[in-house]
């Protein structure tokens, strides 16, 4: 973890709408590297992520919410009465960036889109997360990283057709599209530099799904071929004594030879059937069986060795818990040390020094007080508001006692 006296966003302030994902990730990144987040939450519930796993014995506070909203302040405050919509915009006026990961047309409804906001204060930034993004047909579809998977191809793609259709078990639409957003609003914040004004920024789970096959969708569109790295002859993953490796049998003269070289196999590639790319390919199969045979005779370590050796492209198969002991992991301080436990940290570095932990994960309201007040709201002001459930604060344990649902 690294820090230093000025990090690349220090002085900006984003208003913070989001939840479970997409959202969360971007604007945690952004409070990583300086930016002021005011994470805006339902006084009496707060992020959805928050109850996502309800026998947690931290509560609110458990591993999913805090692993995607650290660095950043929460305020407890209700959107539905004019108390309540006061807060916001005098929040706005004050703030850089609004971010929001709703269904196209609500963040509207609620009074903060980039027309309205932007009356309040030209210099903001409104950047918007959603499923489908604006245009029609799907703009009123509710969006969720597997829909995007499977309505952009990725849960179509596999090696072979003897592979079920599967979900991919990573978030991977939800985390891209939150980095994709990232960008959108450092490139906002860099305008702004040159024009003085503000704008509105998009970006949705569809889009960023599609930009992650660029390669995939060329080929396609101007050659009408299917370009799929999992099919590829020698790309696959292959049971060893002991677990598993997988190898990449590419960016070489004759792959093929070197392989059978490592594993002390008879050279395959004189065979007519595995003789060129082409007809390996029609043979993968039966090529793969005979690779596979080899390698669930050796462990695994004896497996990477022999095959580096070769300078073969392979690994082994670790999983989670695995790789996160990985000495790679250790060395790289890619586990981070926070108020709120051990969390991934940044996956790059600054040779300034970049990313700090300057607080965990807030608890529901911790910070609505003091934000306000940073504002200029008096000590009874904040009081009356909490009272009447305008506001939730830890005073009342994120709970308003009234209206606030």
Not at 164 to 176: F, G, K, M, N, R
Request: glycine content about 10%; aromatic content about 4%; hydrophobic content about 40%.
């Amino acid at each position: 973890m690294h820090s230093t006296l000025t990090q690349p966003l220090a002085g900006v302030t984003v208003i913070d709408f989001t939840q479970v994902m997409m959202g969360p990730c971007c604007t945690q990144i952004l409070a990583d590297h300086g930016a002021r987040v005011i994470k805006i939450e339902r006084p009496r519930h707060g992020d959805l992520s928050r109850g996502s796993r309800p026998n947690d014995p931290e509560g609110a506070n458990n591993p999913v919410f805090k692993s995607l909203n650290r660095n950043k302040l929460s305020l407890a405050v209700d959107l539905h009465c004019e108390n309540g919509r006061k807060i916001i915009d005098d929040l706005v006026r004050h703030a850089d960036v609004v971010v929001s990961n709703f269904r196209p047309g609500v963040i509207e409804r609620l009074g903060y889109g980039y027309e309205r906001i932007s009356t309040l204060n030209p210099r903001i930034i409104s950047a918007e997360g959603s499923g489908f993004g604006p245009g029609k047909p799907l703009s009123h579809k509710g969006g969720q990283d597997v829909l995007a998977q499977a309505m952009t191809g990725g849960i179509a793609r596999r090696s072979d057709d003897s592979h079920p259709l599967t979900v991919y078990p990573l978030a991977i639409a939800d985390y891209s599209a939150g980095m994709h957003l990232v960008q959108a609003i450092l490139m906002a914040l860099l305008q702004r530099v040159q024009t003085g004004r503000g704008q509105s920024v998009s970006v949705s789970l569809f889009e960023s799904m599609l930009n992650l096959q660029m390669q995939e969708a060329a080929v396609l569109l101007q050659r009408s071929e299917d370009l799929n790295w999992a099919a590829y002859p020698l790309t696959g993953v292959f049971p060893t004594a002991d677990g598993a490796v997988v190898i990449v049998g590419a960016f070489k003269t004759n792959p093929l030879q070197d392989i059978c070289k490592a594993l002390d196999m008879r050279d395959l590639s004189l065979l007519r059937e595995y003789s060129d790319f082409h007809s390996m390919k029609m043979n993968r199969s039966a090529l793969q069986g005979e690779i596979g045979r080899r390698l669930r005779e050796m462990p695994t370590e004896e497996a990477i060795g022999r095959l580096e050796g070769q300078d073969i492209l392979c690994a082994p198969v670790l999983t989670l818990a695995q790789a996160l002991q990985h000495p790679q992991t250790i060395e790289n301080s890619t586990v981070v040390e926070t108020p709120s436990g051990n969390l991934i940290g940044a996956p790059f570095r600054m040779e300034e020094g970049s990313f700090a932990v300057s607080r965990g994960a807030p608890s529901l309201g911790e910070h609505s007080a003091t934000i306000l007040a940073g504002i200029g709201y008096s000590d009874d002001n904040i009081r009356q508001l909490i009272n009447d459930g305008v506001v939730g604060g830890p005073e009342v344990g994120g709970q308003p006692s009234r209206r606030a649902g």
